[in-house]
């Protein structure tokens, strides 16, 4: 079994290459960030208070990052492991988690602070489906145009440069105690998240000692269908029954 943490400012990719090794590796991929969006795009209680969050430009509070975790955690679908990414936002929450899990490692992915803007200013949001697109590396095959629905690409409420370079002076000052403390375990695993995508999956499963594998582009994510709920969702179709069934905010209609 393998366990993983996988950390990185906004922008570094962080997302991306969970994916990419979890894909590989039969992994689960346990993102803080997807489960928010889910909740938003489906206009749950909790998907209510962390929009709110996300127009003020804020990070989401570090009490309700850890009840999804947990909540996550407690599905026990990892059975042959997991790479978790936007966890944790504290050193006592990486004390805690420490504590109950075996990780193997965690993955800091490094970025200059103005890569970091230059890529999130770059992001692009389908309003209509919510398909993320970005102008340096994703871009949409027609310009302003989603390639899945034919919506229209706008830029996210959040990334204004503002609340860019806030969101990242609270990332550093909030992580900083968390890679000191990781690295006193020796559990840190430094890549350099400036190249290309695939430059730095290969760096990481190197420095991981995990064998190549076949490093490929991951498939566009697509809208499903929640059953019952009749909303359409940007996440993984496996994982659709458990966002809609398993809310630790307690959900109350998917079309309110």
Same mark, same amino acid.
């Given at each position: 079994?393998? =366990?993983?943490? !996988?950390?990185? /400012?906004q922008?570094?990719g %962080? +997302?991306?290459?969970?994916?990419?090794?979890?894909?590989?590796?039969?992994?689960?991929?346990?993102? #803080?960030?997807?489960?928010f969006?889910?909740?938003?795009?489906?206009r749950? %209680?909790?998907g209510? =208070?962390?929009?709110?969050?996300? =127009?003020?430009?804020?990070?989401?509070p570090?009490?309700?990052v850890?009840? #999804?975790? =947990?909540? @996550?955690?407690?599905?026990?679908?990892?059975?042959?492991?997991?790479?978790?990414? +936007?966890?944790?936002?504290?050193?006592?929450? &990486?004390?805690?988690?420490?504590?109950?899990?075996? !990780?193997? &490692?965690?993955?800091?992915?490094?970025?200059?602070?103005? *890569?970091?803007?230059?890529?999130m200013?770059?992001?692009?949001?389908c309003?209509?489906?919510?398909?993320?697109?970005?102008?340096?590396?994703?871009?949409?095959?027609?310009?302003?145009v989603?390639?899945?629905?034919?919506?229209?690409?706008v830029?996210? &409420?959040?990334?204004?440069?503002?609340a860019?370079?806030?969101?990242?002076?609270?990332?550093?000052?909030?992580?900083?105690? !968390?890679?000191?403390l990781?690295?006193?375990?020796?559990l840190? #695993?430094?890549?350099?998240?400036?190249?290309?995508?695939?430059?730095?999956?290969?760096?990481?499963?190197?420095?991981l000692a995990? +064998?190549?594998?076949?490093?490929?582009?991951?498939?566009?994510k697509? /809208?499903?269908?929640? *059953?019952? *709920? +009749?909303?359409?969702?940007?996440?993984?179709?496996?994982? *659709?029954?458990?966002y809609? @069934?398993?809310? /630790?905010?307690?959900?109350?209609?998917?079309?309110?």
């Amino acid at each position: 079994m393998r =366990k993983y943490i !996988i950390m990185g /400012p906004q922008g570094s990719g %962080k +997302g991306t290459q969970a994916k990419m090794l979890a894909k590989d590796f039969d992994l689960v991929h346990i993102s #803080v960030g997807d489960i928010f969006r889910w909740h938003v795009q489906n206009r749950t %209680k909790l998907g209510t =208070k962390v929009q709110r969050y996300m =127009k003020e430009g804020r990070l989401v509070p570090d009490e309700m990052v850890s009840d #999804v975790v =947990k909540w @996550r955690l407690d599905i026990h679908d990892w059975r042959v492991g997991f790479v978790l990414d +936007g966890f944790p936002r504290n050193a006592a929450q &990486a004390e805690f988690f420490l504590e109950n899990f075996d !990780i193997d &490692a965690v993955i800091a992915i490094e970025l200059p602070e103005e *890569a970091a803007v230059a890529r999130m200013q770059s992001r692009r949001l389908c309003s209509s489906c919510g398909l993320d697109y970005n102008l340096i590396q994703l871009r949409p095959k027609v310009p302003d145009v989603c390639d899945n629905c034919g919506g229209r690409l706008v830029t996210r &409420a959040d990334d204004t440069p503002e609340a860019i370079r806030a969101r990242l002076r609270d990332y550093r000052e909030k992580t900083q105690p !968390i890679l000191d403390l990781l690295r006193e375990k020796e559990l840190i #695993v430094a890549v350099d998240g400036t190249p290309g995508p695939d430059v730095v999956q290969a760096e990481m499963r190197r420095r991981l000692a995990l +064998g190549p594998g076949s490093i490929e582009a991951l498939p566009a994510k697509q /809208p499903v269908e929640v *059953a019952g *709920a +009749g909303v359409r969702s940007l996440i993984l179709p496996g994982l *659709a029954w458990q966002y809609s @069934r398993h809310d /630790p905010y307690r959900r109350t209609t998917g079309t309110a």
